[in-house]
């Protein structure tokens, strides 16, 4: 196994820990064995030694929802509600223009896009996720990949009444199969899955042992669209078909009440927020801090680029502290440190990989280093700045399980001109939406 000793860093652990101001981080093969002050630093011997000359080494961000593929959908449109923007126009694109080759070109892009702005972990959901899976293990960066169920018909999936089978054809195919990927259930929503879907689709999550996700309350009226209500919200919904739970994970959750936040909270549900998606289609504020008071597992997601239009995690983490300030006209409501913790082990708990997240011994090796050198962090009195100030251009290196996926800026790990080139082409046949 290889070793890597990273010295002369400002070394931040995680969310609301103290920085180590001239520290160093060991990593063998793909896990951290030690971290301390430069004065304790152990002999290199074969040892890679980089020296980052005073950056920050923290962990790597996790991107806690996204929709990777959907990068080729960026910016085709915009400033449109929510269920026209879905059902007039992404809907549309996508029956023209899912593909395996969409999917995998697509994904590698969003690959480049996350690794250059320090996220090292995302929850990718789409479909074809065949490739997804390819894409992301070809790029280096570890993902929990749900493919998508829904009940009508989908490229990947033309007959719907194979669309659970297909998903647990992808599972088996894909748990055991790479160390950095891990299969998932994706069921897009109570309002395009019927309630037997649903069953069925968290049965199959419990029974491989993968993460059960669905999109839910991200609409204020959503619950009129929902097939066939077992209840008041979309939370009542699920709690009537028994899909609450510890593997269940429910991306939005923006109108939630207090009768679901307690669903919520007493059954061990988590809930990954993506507050620039929601911002941007008016789909409202997420209660995040009602949701920690609940004791609710709450991870921090970019959504796909088709809605927000980025996948920056520094980004993502400004705007959760900020809106929720606004929203509560509290300044204290949410923190930055919670951002990041919404960021880092927030998200890595709900997608049930708990050593990642942070800087630890034991903890797999998934870090980044953030150059402190730039105008806007000098001076750098706090690492809420990471929050409030820095940006995904920030980002030097990225390391993957023990590997270096970019240094210096350069992505190292696959050719980023060929899938710009791949997705530029794509594009092309895309047609306009508008």
């Not at 070809?138 to 033309?158: E, K, N, Q, T, Y």
């Not at 007493?266 to 789909?283: D, E, F, Y």
């Not at 440190?337 to 903890?363: N, V």
Request: glycine residues 8%; contains cysteine; negative net charge.
């Amino acid at each position: 196994m290889s070793t890597t000793l990273f010295t002369h860093c400002t070394l931040f652990p995680g969310a609301w820990s103290a920085t180590i101001d001239n520290g160093f981080v060991l990593v063998n093969g793909n896990r951290i064995v030690e971290i301390g002050p430069m004065e304790k630093v152990p002999p290199p011997g074969t040892a890679r030694v980089i020296d980052v000359g005073g950056r920050l080494v923290m962990p790597g961000l996790v991107n806690a929802h996204t929709h990777g593929a959907m990068t080729l959908f960026r910016g085709m449109a915009d400033d449109l509600a929510l269920q026209t923007w879905l059902h007039d126009h992404i809907f549309p694109a996508e029956a023209r223009c899912i593909s395996p080759e969409m999917v995998y070109w697509s994904t590698k892009l969003a690959a480049a896009e996350m690794i250059l702005s320090g996220t090292t972990c995302v929850a990718d959901a789409y479909f074809f996720s065949a490739m997804s899976g390819q894409a992301l293990s070809d790029c280096g960066l570890r993902a929990v990949i749900g493919h998508g169920i829904v009940d009508f018909p989908v490229p990947s999936v033309p007959d719907p009444d194979r669309n659970v089978a297909t998903v647990a054809a992808f599972i088996a195919d894909w748990q055991g199969k790479d160390p950095l990927i891990t299969p998932a259930v994706f069921a897009h929503s109570p309002y395009t899955c019927s309630p037997a879907t649903l069953i069925k689709s968290c049965r199959l999550a419990e029974e491989t042992g993968v993460r059960f996700f669905l999109h839910v309350a991200e609409s204020r009226n959503e619950i009129d669209m929902v097939i066939d209500p077992q209840g008041t919200s979309p939370v009542r919904h699920l709690a009537a078909l028994g899909l609450l739970g510890e593997n269940t994970v429910g991306v939005h959750g923006v109108w939630l009440d207090d009768n679901d936040l307690d669903l919520v909270g007493r059954s061990g549900t988590h809930i990954v927020t993506c507050p620039q998606s929601n911002m941007k289609l008016a789909a409202g504020v997420a209660r995040v801090p009602d949701m920690l008071r609940h004791r609710i597992t709450v991870g921090l997601g970019t959504d796909g680029c088709a809605s927000n239009n980025s996948l920056d995690m520094f980004r993502e983490m400004d705007m959760l502290a900020k809106i929720q300030k606004v929203a509560g006209g509290d300044a204290t409501s949410l923190p930055a440190q919670t951002a990041l913790h919404c960021a880092t082990t927030g998200g890595a708990t709900l997608l049930g990989l708990p050593d990642i997240g942070r800087l630890e011994a034991g903890f797999r090796a998934d870090l980044i280093v953030v150059d402190l050198n730039r105008p806007h962090l000098t001076p750098f009195y706090h690492t809420d700045l990471l929050v409030y100030a820095a940006s995904g251009a920030d980002v030097d290196t990225v390391m993957v399980d023990g590997r270096i996926l970019m240094a210096g800026r350069r992505i190292l790990s696959f050719d980023v001109e060929e899938a710009k080139a791949r997705v530029r082409e794509l594009a092309r046949n895309a047609g306009p939406t508008h």
